[in-house]
């Protein structure tokens, strides 16, 4: 089992749809949690940090389930600029971040 | 405020020839610094990491290396290229808070 899985996607919706993105992940001694995003041959950016409270950030709302080992993204009112590849990623040991392979995300007019 | 450069963009070696990708981080003194590879389509694949100068850590056994010569540089090498070095190369580096910052990365083609 990966230690990070996400959806693989593609996710191809129309501007003003809702989307979400699911992620689990198997070390249950992680800590740090977030999502990452990354446009077509760029490197990674934060996208936002992931509180076991769950935190929004505008239109952008993570969850975290730490019963269940799982991590989700839900994008409200989506727009086009908003297509690019989603990553999870979770703290493996004390230094350094496992990532998920992505979630492929268009947007669609 | 904190910046990290790497260098060259784009790279095109042919097998067989050294390698050396070079990254430095301004505005921050003992970050921890990262080297991850990501091959077409996949994840991001974690090759070295450092908490400190000379401290190197690998976490996949192949043909680079990493060197930590100063407080705020990381050096990837290799000696000899093999084709499935081919991919995105990308620096990081964190002050052991919220996540990483990347690098730009190096775009590399072994032919």
């Known amino acids: 089992r990966k230690e990070v899985e996400q959806d693989p996607g593609p996710f191809n919706v129309p501007e003003g749809a809702t989307v979400a993105f699911n992620c689990t992940y198997s070390?249950?001694?992680?800590?740090?949690f977030f999502w990452y995003r990354q446009d077509c041959r760029k490197e990674p950016k934060l996208l936002m940090s992931?509180?076991?409270s769950g935190n929004e950030d505008g239109r952008f709302t993570a969850q975290l389930n730490r019963a269940s080992q799982y991590i989700s993204l839900l994008i409200r009112d989506s727009k086009l600029s908003d297509s690019a590849t989603y990553l999870c990623?979770?703290?493996?040991?004390?230094?350094?971040?496992?990532f998920g392979a992505g979630t492929r995300l268009t947007v669609k007019p | 405020s904190q910046t990290i450069h790497q260098w060259p963009a784009t790279l095109v070696q042919p097998v067989g020839s050294p390698l050396s990708l070079e990254c430095t981080v301004e505005?921050?003194?003992?970050?921890?610094l990262y080297w991850y590879r990501q091959a077409a389509g996949r994840g991001l694949q974690l090759l070295f990491y450092?908490?400190?100068?000379?401290?190197i850590s690998s976490e996949v056994p192949q043909n680079l290396s990493a060197s930590r010569p100063q407080d705020r540089q990381f050096i990837l090498s290799s000696k000899k290229l093999l084709l499935s070095d081919s991919g995105f190369y990308l620096c990081?580096?964190?002050?052991?808070?919220?996540?990483?910052?990347f690098g730009s990365g190096t775009r590399l083609t072994v032919v």
């Open positions: 990623v979770v703290n493996a040991k004390q230094f350094y971040m496992r």
């Open positions: 992931v509180y076991s």
């Open positions: 070390n249950s001694a992680s800590q740090s």
């Open positions: 450092s908490v400190g100068i000379g401290q």
């Open positions: 990081a580096w964190s002050g052991g808070g919220d996540g990483y910052t």
């Open positions: 505005g921050t003194s003992n970050p921890n």
